[in-house]
């Protein structure tokens, strides 16, 4: 599976911003949003199954983060509100075969990485 991810830019804190992440195959299991604020370590951020639809995010980001999926397009989503500038990072879409685990290492597709920052 190949990943472009795109969407990102420059926000005040409180904005929004939709990322969004085009495969050109269907993962049979996770679509999920890393992040990787600067010098800091790559940090989940949220999960998607493809078939199920459940999803999971991290606690940062509950409330103010939304994961979507269209199917039909290959497309994942990352609606992202009431942004702070904690949020800024390099936003990685990445595609695995299963449901469960969010360590980077389950995840074996990955897309180039967004930019997003928030000012205060």
């Known amino acids: 599976v190949q990943l472009q991810a795109s969407g990102g830019g420059l926000v005040q804190a409180g904005g929004s911003l939709r990322l969004s992440c085009a495969a050109s195959?269907?993962?049979?299991?996770?679509m999920a949003w890393f992040r990787q604020p600067p010098g800091k370590e790559r940090e989940f951020v949220v999960a998607?199954?493809?078939?199920?639809?459940?999803?999971y995010y991290a606690d940062s980001v509950k409330g103010r983060f939304t994961i979507s999926r269209d199917n039909a397009k290959n497309t994942v989503y990352l609606q992202m509100n009431n942004l702070k500038p904690e949020d800024t990072a390099v936003y990685y879409c990445?595609?695995?075969?299963?449901?469960?685990?969010?360590?980077?290492?389950?995840?074996?597709?990955w897309g180039q990485g967004t930019q997003v920052t928030v000012s205060s």
């Open positions: 990445a595609a695995g075969k299963d449901w469960g685990w969010f360590e980077p290492a389950a995840f074996d597709s």
């Open positions: 998607i199954g493809w078939i199920q639809g459940s999803t």
């Open positions: 195959g269907r993962s049979s299991g996770a």
